[in-house]
């Protein structure tokens, strides 16, 4: 059974730092794993999604790497913004299910 | 470019009433699947379906159930609804596998139990 874990589960960081949000999952069999950024009380916002073919992908000040057979992801912000505090989830979609399991989320707060 | 459109987006229903939630994937997706996220939970996969039959199901309530149509939406009924129903919920949908596998998630429907 797939397990996905996140850490840290919350992050209070000063504008301007570089972070690092791991995730972490016990299936390697996997499709693709996916980025979410979500907002307090709103929906699912895809950041980026790597295929198991992949090694990283790249948006704006973000990036996701993915080692599948470590069974690990990191996303990677760079110059963090008060803008960027968010709830950050991963998601992977593990071969031969229809459906993603969840990462239990990293709280993400930029001050100021 | 066309999202998936869930209603109603908010919903407020009281105890042991019965919801219905409507999803409307992606022009030419044939794959719908339902998440519900509770209060300060992560998302949890209820149940998935490909070319209108179930696909894969997770920890639904056998107080809900949910069909595909021939139009591809989707629906999902609640009955007897309890307050830990109360959750944010998810469709998601996918198009013909092409190998990647994606799902595009829809905005949520809040169900809030009084």
């Known amino acids: 059974k797939q397990e996905v874990t996140q850490i840290p589960a919350a992050l209070s960081v000063p504008e301007g730092e570089n972070l690092v949000l791991n995730c972490s999952f016990t299936?390697?069999?996997?499709?693709?794993l996916q980025w979410f950024r979500q907002d307090p009380g709103k929906g699912l916002t895809s950041l980026l999604l790597?295929?198991?073919?992949?090694r990283e992908q790249t948006s704006g000040r973000l990036n996701a790497s993915l080692d599948k057979s470590s069974g690990r992801s990191t996303l990677y912000i760079a110059a963090s913004q008060p803008g960027d505090s968010a709830t950050y989830l991963c998601a992977v979609y593990t071969s031969g299910t229809y459906k993603y399991i969840f990462g239990t989320g990293t709280r993400l707060k930029v001050l100021a | 470019a066309a999202g998936v459109i869930q209603s109603p987006r908010h919903l407020i229903k009281e105890k042991r009433e019965t919801a219905t939630l409507k999803c409307y994937p992606i022009p030419r997706h044939d794959t719908v699947y339902w998440y519900q996220q509770g209060p300060g939970q992560d998302p949890q996969f209820l149940i998935s379906?490909?070319?209108?039959?179930?696909?894969d199901k997770g920890s639904i309530p056998d107080r809900f159930s949910a069909q595909q149509f021939s139009d591809y939406h989707s629906e999902l009924n609640m009955s007897s609804l309890e307050l830990g129903d109360s959750a944010l919920y998810f469709c998601?949908?996918?198009?013909?596998?092409?190998?990647?596998?994606?799902?595009?998630f829809g905005p949520g429907t809040r169900l809030t139990v009084t």
């Open positions: 790597i295929q198991s073919s992949q």
């Open positions: 299936d390697s069999a996997i499709y693709n």
């Open positions: 998601a949908s996918s198009p013909p596998t092409g190998g990647e596998y994606e799902q595009y």
């Open positions: 379906f490909y070319e209108k039959m179930q696909s």
